[in-house]
């Protein structure tokens, strides 16, 4: 039996509320050169960051170029760390070489170090990307000599999805501060001394009428005759290399003393708003070269209002973290369940669960939400002070507890979930949730939050986990999730395509669809012409079908990154069974085999750079550099062009009518802080309806 859902004012209400608890005041650990504290080694110098993003065809190729200075007398090892963009997938890892880029191989993690420190044993030049996990990438350079500057470029590719006519793009710097062994060894330097710059450029074949920068109001932003979009941000530095060749010469690299430095500190978001009244699509982008037995895929399908609004009540559970790390935003939390509770009806209830080394039941069951007992439980949480551990475990275990199998439910589960006391094992939380009929929705604090743990629960309740960001709207998630909690919802949905053999498809698990919602399925292809595609789901316990037909093309070289995309997301999927039931050396071996074949850095592979000689000698392929090739070639040629239409069931339409916007409904505008709805993606969503994904972090110009 399906809950059904809250009153859409309520839900809307507590959406707005609960929107403060991104504006809190963190003192989160940023991205930044890493020096071990207390261990008497000088600090490194970020020269120069400069960030260069395209987004187009349904995804974004971040490019980032770091110049590290060594101002001492000794040669230094540079170690640098940020957190992991969600779901990007590492493409290409560069280091300067005699003045040479020389780009990287990935291999399995173990063997990779091992080439690392052989080269820095021996005196050679070397670097190393890893990842840490799901939290951090760290880059590694050696040597950064005595007085010099070293290079450095790392691109990585990501999906750019839309929900509700509202694009959201994320650049993360702020780590989140949760590993405290890592907290305890390094020190941080985030200071960028030099030149930073952030520049985007957003192509679309749908119409975009505005974007928006809510944290960087300084940023400028401008639409090109071609209705393409173009945003800078920078420090107000200039060098060298930013100039014109004839206004270069004599220009030093160096900036002067009285340069405002840039703090890593701050995530740069991008919002995109489409014009409204576009129609429903099913977009399909391939890669397949000539001549070859398969090809890429990644359907994109966006549906019409084919859901209607729906209206129901229920109790609500809020299950808050009160350990330690959330000391920051302890008061902002409070703020936002008291305008949330504040806002329910009287045939309303409610009730608050709080954990950190152990759990505990505030308000001893369900609550009617009267301005009586809402005044009462804020009052107790404001006196309470975060402190201790996290067992999340015992927190949603009270929780559960509580539950009126004759009520409408929905659990509010609001943490970093970096369980360290009691149960830590994620087939015990995936257990305990599969035993009750609830939806989990999880606010999912931070970049170093342990995203895999709040997802696979959300995922298995049928709930949502969405990661926020301090830069992130609020007016915009508001209105979003407003949207998706008064319609219904496609449930179970499933793809079938008939006329073309396809394989090696992913996810496997498609889930739920929600209003403004785009689904996005990558898979191997074969053979060529119409295929017949089929969307099957069930809304309201009521089985629906849609279909289209288009066809798939013999050849397509225009997006050869599809291929890291699918290898990316079969990656997730090897990676999710892993968490979800422990180790297993034929998962592990198949995420290593992925990875060094398609170029990717994951926790089981690194990306390590010698000299060329050195990978003669060490019989490393160089196929990820020639990957790497054909993937700059395809970007130059499309950049050349106008943005294209992806659509491929112009004939024979899968849903009618126009897909959900958000535009309209506020007012509109563009380029830096103020303009467009800016809907700061899909937080709320979270909080009221199940979407799947997004990103938390922080990056952003400060001048200091």
Do not use: C
């Given at each position: ?28 650990r940023?991205?930044g050169l ?6 008497g080694l000088?600090?490194l ?16 190729v971040?490019?980032?170029?770091q ?20 779901k990007?997938a ?8 005699d ?5 990287g ?9 091992q ?8 005196g ?16 590694s ?10 290079a450095?470029r790392?691109?990585y590719i ?14 993360p710097?702020?780590?989140g501060g949760?590993?405290?062994q ?5 020190t941080?330097?985030e ?18 009428e ?12 401008t ?11 920078d ?6 290399a ?24 701050t995530?740069?978001?991008v ?14 982008v ?11 895929f990644?359907l994109?399908?966006?549906p ?5 609004p729906i209206?129901?009540g229920g ?8 350990s330690?790390s959330m ?8 703020a936002g ?5 504040q ?5 309303d ?8 080394r152990t ?9 009617a ?6 005044t009462r439980?804020i ?5 309470l002070q975060?402190?201790?551990g ?9 929780g559960?507890?509580?539950l009126?199998d ?10 970093d979930?970096v369980a ?9 939380f995936?257990?305990?949730i ?25 995922r ?7 990661s ?7 007016l915009?998630a ?19 395509i008939?006329?073309?053999e396809?394989a ?8 739920s669809l ?13 053979g060529e ?7 099957k ?17 013999a ?19 090897y990676l ?7 180790a ?5 071996q ?20 010698v ?16 990957r790497r090739?054909?993937?700059k ?6 950049a050349?062009?106008?943005a294209?239409?992806?659509r491929?069931?112009q004939?024979?339409?899968?849903f ?10 506020s ?6 802080g ?8 899909l ?14 972090g922080?990056?952003?110009p400060a001048?200091?």
């Amino acid at each position: 039996m399906l809950r059904k859902w809250p009153n859409w004012l309520a839900l809307g209400a507590l959406a707005a509320a609960l929107a403060l608890l991104l504006l809190w005041s963190a003192s989160a650990r940023a991205a930044g050169l890493l020096t071990p504290n207390g261990g008497g080694l000088p600090p490194l110098e970020i020269l120069d960051h400069e960030v260069k993003v395209v987004i187009e065809d349904g995804y974004a190729v971040t490019t980032v170029e770091q110049v590290f200075h060594n101002p001492h007398g000794r040669d230094l090892e540079a170690i640098y760390s940020f957190p992991v963009p969600e779901k990007a997938a590492v493409a290409e890892f560069t280091y300067w070489i005699d003045g040479q880029p020389v780009s990287g191989e990935v291999l399995a993690k173990e063997r990779a170090r091992q080439v690392y420190e052989d080269q820095k044993a021996a005196g050679n030049e070397t670097a190393l990307a890893e990842q840490d996990s799901y939290k951090t990438f760290d880059i590694s350079v050696w040597p950064v000599r005595a007085g010099r500057d070293v290079a450095i470029r790392l691109a990585y590719i990501q999906p750019a999805q839309v929900d509700t006519g509202v694009g959201r793009f994320v650049y993360p710097l702020e780590e989140g501060g949760v590993d405290e062994q890592k907290l305890a060894f390094w020190t941080a330097n985030e200071t960028v001394t030099g030149r930073f710059s952030f520049d985007l450029h957003l192509r679309s074949a749908t119409p975009v009428e505005a974007v928006r920068l809510p944290a960087h109001p300084r940023a400028k932003a401008t639409k090109e005759p071609d209705g393409s979009w173009r945003i800078h941000l920078d420090n107000g530095v200039l060098t060298a290399a930013a100039l014109p060749e004839e206004e270069s010469e004599g220009v030093a690299l160096r900036p002067a003393a009285t340069t405002p430095a840039f703090r890593l500190d701050t995530d740069i978001l991008v919002y995109w708003r489409h014009a409204v009244g576009q129609p429903a699509s099913v977009d399909l982008v391939a890669h397949r070269e000539p001549g070859a037995r398969r090809g890429t895929f990644m359907l994109v399908v966006t549906p019409g209002e084919a859901l209607k609004p729906i209206a129901q009540g229920g109790d609500w559970m809020f299950v808050l973290d009160k350990s330690g790390s959330m000391s920051g935003k302890w008061h902002t939390l409070v703020a936002g369940v008291e305008e949330g509770l504040q806002r329910l009806r009287p045939s309303d209830r409610f009730s608050i669960v709080l954990f950190d080394r152990t759990a505990r039941d505030l308000t001893g069951g369900y609550l009617a939400a009267t301005p009586e007992n809402v005044t009462r439980a804020i009052g107790d949480l404001a006196t309470l002070q975060p402190d201790n551990g996290t067992n999340l475990y015992a927190g949603l275990q009270q929780g559960l507890r509580r539950l009126d199998d004759d009520r409408t439910t929905s659990v509010l589960l609001v943490t970093d979930g970096v369980a360290n006391v009691g149960e830590t094992e994620q087939r015990a939380f995936l257990k305990l949730i599969g035993k009750q009929d609830i939806r989990l929705f999880t606010f999912i604090m931070g970049n170093s939050a342990n995203r895999p743990l709040l997802q696979a629960m959300t995922r298995e309740s049928g709930g949502t986990a969405v990661s926020v960001s301090n830069s992130d709207d609020v007016l915009g998630a508001v209105l979003n999730a407003v949207g998706k909690v008064t319609h219904e919802a496609m449930h179970g949905v499933e793809i079938e395509i008939d006329g073309v053999e396809t394989a090696d498809l992913a996810p496997a698990r498609l889930g739920s669809l929600y209003r403004g919602q785009q689904l996005a399925l990558f898979g191997h292809y074969r053979g060529e012409g119409p295929a017949e595609v089929t969307l099957k789901a069930r809304i309201s316990g009521r089985p629906v079908e849609y279909r289209t037909r288009f066809d798939f093309p013999a050849v397509a070289r225009g997006n050869p990154e599809i291929e890291r995309l699918w290898a990316f997301a079969a990656i997730e999927e090897y990676l999710q069974e892993l968490e979800d039931f422990g180790a297993d050396a034929d998962l592990e071996q198949a995420v290593v085999g992925l990875g060094v074949e398609y170029g990717l850095v994951t926790p089981y592979t690194s990306m390590v750079v010698v000299r060329e000689e050195v990978f003669q000698q060490l019989n490393i392929q160089r196929g990820n550099q020639a990957r790497r090739a054909v993937e700059k070639a395809a970007a130059e040629q499309r950049a050349s062009d106008p943005a294209q239409s992806r659509r491929v069931d112009q004939a024979a339409p899968m849903f009618q009518g126009q897909r959900p916007s958000l535009g309209g409904r506020s007012g509109g505008g563009s380029g830096g802080g103020a303009g467009s709805v800016g809907l700061f993606g899909l937080l709320m969503v979270l909080l009221l309806a199940a979407l799947a994904w997004r990103t938390r972090g922080r990056l952003g110009p400060a001048t200091r």
